[in-house]
């Protein structure tokens, strides 16, 4: 009986070429994937031939055998074919037919796969436990801001081991790029940060794999949950990033990525039960085994399918690492004595132990007086200094703080710098509290028209807006935040970065009565607003929080400074540093200080500032007579003996696109 | 050909107030065997403070310097921390932003012929003594080594992910590994990595100063004896505006101030004097 050949092509094509080597009168591989040439099929589509599953034509069905060739070629196994008698029948392939109302596809390569005639589970049971024989490791890697990655990669570990899998969770800051070489199974679950940001426990990862010398994975095996909000105009950008890494990596994806809403406890685990399944179906050297897939997917049951899908309570995996020698200095103050110093433990940690934990076993183990703020991971009261950096110590493991991966783990903990200490590590937040409730932050609207929705009448904003200015105040801790500039201990009258990017924020809001916004640009334009910070690179060293905050603050300023006409010092000082650099392209010393100290320059005098500048490197041993330059200058101006600035600077090469530059960019200079 | 090349890029101070740097970077350019290719068409790299008059002018001024560098196809070198905080900054917007991208290079096509693409790297002084020389070298050409202890001093600027190399951003050491192989007694204090307020140095001294004082009272308490800074525009606030600090403070700030050119110059043996007067001054005037 003449029979119907069908071939399609499964997910997962790597593009190598080998079927249209094979036969390229029927195969045509894409930048993407494989497509079933449409002069080969019935229906003279061009596809992949997956959803229609149309047949080929007789004259290409009467060389069933190359294309079977080809299909043995594909080293993932996504070619499918289907033999079909006429009356419906599958074909047998050895000596039993598939069920006529729906054809069973035949991975080619493992076509001599037990027949429907015997049952179908003890057939596959007898392949699955070859298939579970050797290695059954599979990485969970996760990329997480806020702890939703984690829940669901501990729902798949729960669950791994029912498909006969030994899970083991990293988060992506704990593996070097290199680590992932020799993984054959991996599901990445990352999350989206802000406008398409890799999450904090990524950003190294993704800068690494991101770098020429990132390494091929030709024999990995992948799935990407990737969680993110819809809110955000770069929906799941991390997911997709990795997504795309791991192919051009040379990885094999299993399936295809899933992208989840806020919703993503519901949306993830019938993926994540699927992609276990697909994980499970990858043996020892790194085969797939389509045919497995059903089998696997019978094992979980639906007890543990619904169980999985509905996002069962049980215990949450433990996220373990080995334990590490770790020195830790805590600082210590008594107010009753008022003595202060750091106490050092030594001890074996469990190096996955968060900072918050750390304490709270010295507390409970070593010294129960060990005072701090406790509270929940993200607690945004419990901000701490751990070895110069500011963070929220339940967010943060102990290991990230190690030098190397052997490294010995010294922490230093100190108490946040901005704030009065209480006792040991527990500080007090009156600095920051008092600003915020002087600054009167609150939001005074302006009567708008609404939208008539199902709820009633609401006020709207477009989305670029609200995506904007929710990400203008994407900020973990305002404690924290508050502390962040080095400018905040020196002067207890400036409001800080934290209040002043609040205010900022909220004077932009396009819902916001003029009045409303008078008032907060009023406290924002003060001497003690944004004009007193000192430095915002020290706030904009902060990591996220502080990149967002210093944006605030540069806005902040730049708004200042061309409402107040560049007037007063800080006008000046910006004036005449961005009018002297187009001069002559780089900066003039003189011109600066004389433009913006003016008569200021003669208390420089009386202060020591001039003559210790006229005498130089007394303090390093420098030649007091450096050069000429101060006889030829009048009183009053600075001159040049040591470390004194030119009196004129020489234009830079091409100093004409400096100016060109400028006038482009900006035409007040 | 010298065994390493780099698009140098002095920063506006070196080339004015602190000329001192220059000369100790001819010096250690000299014993390294390190070609400074010099970018004479550069300007100024704004130094945080052109972006609170136009974020985009100084970006573009910046862009125009990486472009100039990318052309030699070399990474830039700087002796200047706030330079290398500032440019990398700039660097991150310019590759984080395409619209910001292709806005800047429209303009630097029509103006200069040129064009950022982003394949070079901003790498400061500090960053290629470790990374790229090695301190096995320095440790190699030491001549005369630095005998006291030492205050590695940071700034803030540099310190942040991008801008520091491999070094840590919060606790770094790279300064510490390099005053260790010249000689010295690392000092360490949480001050290094802290702002002295040099962009506000005119505007807001009173806080400069509290600031500039904090973090030499400090370096002195842990025992330092001289500072180094890797930073000219800090040197200001730290070096003359010492005795204001002192006076605003009400603190002791007398300490003998250099900066990282320099020491690492005077060890490798350039210009024997200036490290000899500097020995006297730490040694027989003490503090």
Sequence with gaps: MAAVVKVWIDEGCITCDACEDTFPEVFHVTDDTCFIRAEARVDGGYDENRDSKSAVTSEFAAQLEII????????????????????????????????????????????????????????ASGGLEELMQGERDLLLLIGSQSGNSEAVAADAAKAAPTYGLTARIKMMDEI???????????????????????????????????????????????????LGDTAYEFYCQSGKDWDGWFEKAGATRLLDRIDCDLDYEETSPPWIAEALAHVAAVDEAGNFHADALDDLRALAGPEESSRVAAGAAFDIPQLTQAERQATVRVFRYDPVTGESGHDVWQCALPAHMSVLETLRLLKGTQDGSLTFRDGAPDDPTTGLLVNGRLVLPGRVSISQFARGDEGALNLRIDPLPAYDVIRDLAVDHDSYQRHLAASRPWFRGATRDGAQLDQGVMGMMDAPTAANLHAAQDIASNQLLHSASDTVPHNREYIGPAVLSRLWNRSQDPRISDAGRAALLAVIQGADGVKAEADISSVNRQGRMGAVASANLYAAKRATLQEQHFTGRHGAHV???????????????????????????LRNLYR????????????????????????????????SIGKMPKLVNSPVEDHHEVVALYNAMDGRF | ???????????????????????????????????????????????????????????????????????????????????????????????????????????????????????????????????????????????????????????????????????????????????????????????????????????????????????????????????????????????????????????????????????????????KSRLAQLRTRVLVMGD
Aim: net charge negative.
């Design chain 1, 68 to 123: 079977e060739e080809a299909a043995d070629e594909c080293p993932v196994d996504v070619i499918i074919i289907a033999v079909e008698t006429e009356g419906g029948e599958a074909e047998p392939a050895e000596e039993s037919a598939a069920e006529a109302e729906e054809i069973e596809p035949t991975v080619v390569g493992e076509a001599e796969a037990p027949a429907a005639a015997e049952p179908v589970a003890s057939a």
């Design chain 1, 176 to 226: 070097a790029i290199g680590d992932l070489v020799g993984v054959r199974r991996v599901i990445i679950i990352c999350s989206t940060w802000g406008e398409g940001d890799m999450p904090d426990t990524a950003e190294d990862l993704w800068q690494a794999a991101s770098s020429s010398a990132a390494p091929k994975l030709p024999g990995t095996s992948f799935g990407v949950c990737s």
């Design chain 1, 575 to 601: 004036w005449f540093f961005t009018q002297t650099v187009k001069l002559s392209g780089t900066l003039n010393e003189t011109v600066l200080a004389g433009g913006t100290l003016k008569m200021g320059m």
């Design chain 1, 608 to 639: 020591g500032i001039l003559p210790r500048m006229l005498l130089g490197f007394t303090r390093t041993g420098g030649p007091i007579m450096r050069d000429k330059q101060s006889f030829l200058i009048g009183a009053g101006i600075p001159v």
């Design chain 2, 1 to 271: 050909m010298a065994k390493h090349r780099y698009a140098y890029f002095p920063g506006c101070v070196t080339s004015g107030s602190a000329r001192e740097v220059q000369d100790a970077m001819d010096g250690i350019a000299r014993i390294l065997d390190i070609e400074l290719l010099p970018l004479n068409g550069a300007s100024c790299c704004g130094a945080g403070v052109m972006k609170q008059a136009n974020a985009k002018l100084q970006i573009s001024l910046n862009a125009r310097t990486f472009a100039m560098a990318e052309a030699e196809g070399l990474d830039v070198l700087t002796p200047c921390a706030s330079c290398q905080g500032n440019m990398v900054e700039d660097f991150v917007s310019l590759t984080d932003d395409e619209q910001l991208r292709e806005e800047v290079n429209e303009q630097l096509e029509k103006i200069c012929g040129l064009r950022f693409e982003g394949t070079m790297r901003m790498r400061h002084l500090l960053q290629v003594l470790v990374e790229d020389i090695g301190l096995d070298v320095l440790a190699d050409k030491l001549l005369n080594p630095i005998d006291f202890p030492v205050a590695g001093y940071y700034g803030a600027p540099m310190q942040q992910e991008g801008a520091c190399g491999d070094d840590d951003a919060y606790d770094p050491q790279y300064f510490e590994q390099v005053i260790e192989v010249l000689g010295g007694a690392p000092v360490e204090y949480e001050g290094r990595t802290q702002s002295v307020g040099f962009p506000s140095l005119l505007s807001e001294e009173e806080s400069a100063m509290k600031m500039t004082a904090a973090v030499l009272t400090e370096a002195k308490k842990e025992g330092a004896k001289i500072m180094a800074t890797a930073c000219p525009l800090s040197h200001l606030n730290l070096d003359v505006y010492q005795v204001e600090a002192a006076r605003v403070s009400g603190q002791d700030t007398d300490l003998p101030v250099i900066h990282l050119p320099e020491l690492v110059a005077w060890a490798l043996g350039h210009d």
